[in-house]
C-alpha cells in the first residue's frame, strides 16, 4: 500500500496497539500531525514544550504498563526531550520518541538549515537502548514496529527515531508486519 512517511508511522504506531502520542507540531514532523488527524484510534496530547511532552510518556509508560510515544520536530524540539529519556533509561521505561530531521540532501552539510543539528541521532544514542536515523522511507513502519519488538524483549529502555522531513512527506511502498503487536 503507498502511504506517506507520515501515514506510515501513525499505521505502524495504531498497529501496535497505541491509543495515546503526546507531543508538539513543528514546521518538519507535519506529516505526522497531518496522519494524526485524519484518524481517530490514537489520541494526540498537546504539549507547551518538548522535554513536558517527553516525561509525559514517561509517566504514561509508569502508570499504564504501556510504552509512551512522543512526536518532536528537529534540532531543539528533539534534544529537549533528552532529560526525560534519561529519566526513562534510569527507571527501564519504554519511552518511543518519534524526532523529524532536516531534509536528507542537508543532513551533514552544516549549511544553517532551520533546527540544524550535526548528526542528530547522536545525542540519543548514550540515554537510548536503540537510536536509528532513517535514510530509507520504506523502512518507516519496520523501524516503529521494531522498536515495539524490543519494548518487549529484554529490559525495557527509550528508543528514538529520527526521520528527516523529506521521508515523512515521500509517498512510498511499504508493509506493515503482521501479528507484531503484542
Known amino acids: 500500500m503507498t ?3 507520515g501515514e506510515w508511522v501513525v499505521e505502524a504506531l495504531r498497529a501496535e496497539g497505541v491509543r495515546h ?6 514546521v518538519h514532523n507535519l506529516a505526522i500531525y497531518d496522519a494524526l488527524l485524519r484518524q481517530s484510534a490514537i489520541t494526540h496530547i498537546l504539549a507547551r514544550h518538548e522535554q513536558g511532552a517527553a516525561f509525559m510518556a514517561d509517566g504514561y509508560a509508569r502508570a499504564s504498563g504501556r510504552p509512551g510515544v512522543v512526536v518532536v520536530t528537529t534540532g531543539p524540539g528533539a534534544t529537549n526531550t533528552l532529560t526525560p529519556l534519561v529519566e526513562s ?3 527501564s ?5 518519534v ?6 540532501a542537508l543532513i551533514g552539510k552544516d549549511l544553517g538549515a532551520l533546527h540544524e543539528v550535526p548528526n542528530q541521532i ?5 540515554v537510548c537502548r536503540w537510536a536509528e536515523a532513517l535514510r530509507d522511507a520504506q523502512a518507516i513502519p519496520g523501524a516503529v514496529q521494531g522498536a515495539f519488538h524490543l519494548f ?4 525495557p529502555g527509550p528508543i528514538a527515531l529520527s526521520i528527516p522531513t523529506d521521508l515523512l512527506t ?7 508486519t503482521p501479528g507484531a503487536s503484542g
Do not use: H, N, W
Open 3 to 5: 502511504r506517506t512517511g
Open 89 to 91: 533509561y534510569a527507571g
Open 99 to 104: 524526532m523529524s530531521d532536516i531534509p536528507s
Open 122 to 126: 547522536e545525542c540519543f544514542k548514550p
Open 93 to 97: 521505561q519504554p519511552v518511543l520518541v
Open 170 to 176: 515521500a509517498s512510498v511502498e511499504a508493509k506493515l
Open 21 to 26: 502520542v503526546f507531543g508538539i507540531p513543528g
Open 152 to 155: 518487549r524483549s529484554g529490559r
